[in-house]
């Protein structure tokens, strides 16, 4: 058993969106494919990733680096112990091999590409969906029932109120109970407007979370605290730069009802310091880390582990990211949930063909891997890519 090849591409996800820090006018993705030389049903296993929306295709890094780590390895020295699968903890330190510890920028989004892929390998060669794998691997209960909520309320040229008061309709006709929203991006006084105008048009049906994409310096963020906590909203979101574990940390000063974040962490150690120092109340907050941008699942098993330590549940965690290796885990391994994005970044965000959301929740259906094959315009540009 081994992996003979990894097939990388760069694809568009672009969009005329724009949140409060980027727009997406050139926004990539890596798709990523895992081919390995084992037969299931008839047909070659091959194992697919993606990065998520938000930091680009990462195709120099994977050709020239971890790619050829994983084929220059002794195919044996990747095999779990049982020897009847391929062993991603070992892929991963494969791929990892000098690099030097801290500075996680854009690596951690090529690792968690290919960790991706590997993980729909391993789980298609055990013949399980991948949530079935790990509740079994943590000797736990897996929940198909996943909740979801849906992520958009972007800026974009024209776009009035009465576009966005549209959009979040849409949502909650397609099941949504929670929807989000970008603030940050225009003056205090036209988000306070947006604001309204979307909770007057979802009323009691749903709960609105507003996303600031880290803008905000110290001073404006109290403002908007001041502003936000006004109304009744399921969570105030990457206030303030990533890194800046001072400002989230002066934030429960000023805004007592949920605050999210941790999309712009990309390891467990980044982790491991926002829960150390950023004031961060494990009642009430959420967690953001997104494995496909964060050095994929070998490392959010890490993640979780320190959320262990500091006397976190896995259940304050709701990933940033609307893909199904997310889905997966939270299935799998007790997450709170997952982001959504209904018309944004496809093929690669959503769900199986077929799954609906109903009353904020998904059910996950019994696929091998991740799911992909059972998203028939997903999987038909990854089996381009190799089948
Ligand atoms: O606009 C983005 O970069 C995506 C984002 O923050 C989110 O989905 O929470
Ligand atoms: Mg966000």
């Given at each position: 058993m081994r992996i003979i090849d990894?097939?990388?591409?760069?694809?568009?996800?672009?969009?005329?969106?724009?949140?409060?820090?980027?727009?997406?006018?050139?926004?990539?993705?890596?798709?990523?494919?895992?081919?390995t030389d084992v037969v299931r049903d008839g047909r070659r296993v091959i194992g697919y990733g993606f990065n998520s929306n938000g930091r680009y295709g990462q195709g120099g890094l994977i050709r020239e680096r971890?790619?050829?780590?994983?084929?220059?390895?002794?195919?044996?020295?990747?095999?779990?112990?049982?020897?009847?699968?391929?062993?991603?903890?070992?892929?991963?330190?494969?791929?990892?091999?000098?690099?030097?510890?801290?500075?996680?920028?854009?690596?951690?989004?090529?690792?968690?590409?290919?960790?991706?892929?590997?993980?729909?390998?391993?789980?298609k060669i055990a013949d399980k969906p991948l949530f079935r794998l790990l509740a079994d691997m943590k000797g736990v209960e897996a929940n198909p029932k996943v909740f979801v909520y849906a992520a958009g309320g972007y800026y974009y040229p024209g776009k009035d109120d009465s576009a966005l008061r549209r959009e979040m309709r849409g949502y909650l006709d397609r099941g949504y109970t929670v929807v989000k929203m970008k603030?940050?991006?225009?003056?205090?006084?036209?988000?306070?407007?947006?604001?309204?105008?979307?909770?007057?048009?979802?009323?009691?049906?749903?709960?609105?979370?507003?996303?600031?994409?880290?803008?905000?310096?110290?001073?404006?963020?109290?403002?908007?605290a001041k502003m936000l906590r006004q109304y009744p909203l399921f969570w105030y979101e990457e206030i303030g730069d990533p890194l800046d574990y001072a400002l989230q940390a002066a934030m429960s000063e000023f805004y007592e009802a949920p605050m999210a974040t941790g999309e712009n962490l990309f390891s467990h150690q980044d982790a491991r310091n926002l829960l150390r120092y950023g004031g961060m109340r494990p009642d009430r907050d959420y967690l953001q880390f997104d494995c496909a941008l964060s050095y994929g699942l070998v490392e959010y098993l890490k993640t979780l582990d320190v959320l262990h330590q500091f006397g976190w549940s896995p259940s304050r965690c709701i990933p940033h990211g609307g893909h199904q290796m997310s889905l997966n885990i939270a299935a799998g391994l007790g997450l709170g949930g997952n982001e959504s994005y209904p018309d944004?970044?496809?093929?690669?965000?959503?769900?199986?063909?077929?799954?609906?959301?109903?009353?904020?929740?998904?059910?996950?259906?019994?696929?091998?891997?991740?799911?992909?094959?059972g998203k028939s315009d997903l999987i038909k540009v990854m089996r381009d890519l190799a089948t």
């Open positions: 990894i097939c990388e591409v760069t694809k568009p996800i672009a969009s005329p969106i724009r949140n409060a820090y980027i727009d997406f006018s050139k926004m990539t993705a890596s798709l990523v494919a895992v081919v971890f790619r050829d780590r994983i084929l220059e390895a002794a195919p044996e020295s990747l095999l779990n112990e049982a020897r009847d699968n391929l062993d991603p903890h070992k892929i991963w330190s494969a791929m990892m091999a000098n690099e030097k510890p801290g500075g996680h920028g854009e690596r951690s989004v090529a690792v968690g590409t290919i960790d991706m892929a590997v993980w729909d390998a391993v789980a603030i940050g991006g225009a003056s205090i006084d036209d988000d306070r407007r947006r604001i309204e105008a979307v909770l007057d048009e979802i009323g009691a049906d749903a709960q609105l979370a507003v996303d600031a994409n880290g803008r905000f310096d110290l001073e404006t963020a109290i403002t908007y944004l970044f496809q093929p690669y965000g959503g769900f199986p063909d077929g799954v609906r959301v109903v009353d904020g929740f998904i059910t996950m259906p019994e696929l091998p891997g991740l799911g992909f094959e």
